[in-house]
């Protein structure tokens, strides 16, 4: 049975990019989500904000850093 769906070469590679810049997009809506909460007199609530949006950055790169293995 044939398939009519081609895949090219460069597809996964584009698919790959496409993951890595979605992953910084992400970690820079965190990090700027941090400095707003930052200005100002936070709270603890928002301290606690803070650390878990750091954390999910985190999370993030870490991610990124294996999309940029699957890439070598």
Same mark, same amino acid.
């Given at each position: 049975m044939t398939s009519n769906? %081609?895949?090219?070469?460069? @597809?996964?590679?584009m698919s790959l990019f496409l993951a /890595? /810049?979605? *992953?910084? @997009?992400d970690i820079r809506q /965190?990090?700027?989500a941090c400095v707003g909460l930052l200005h100002g007199n936070p709270t603890n609530g928002d301290l606690f904000e803070i650390m878990a %949006?750091?954390?999910a950055a985190s999370f993030l790169v870490? *991610?990124? +850093?294996? +999309?940029?293995?699957?890439c070598k």
């Open positions: 769906v %081609r895949q090219f070469p460069s @597809s996964p590679r /890595e /810049e979605q *992953a910084k @997009s /965190e990090l700027g %949006r750091l954390k870490d *991610a990124m +850093i294996g +999309i940029r293995e699957a």
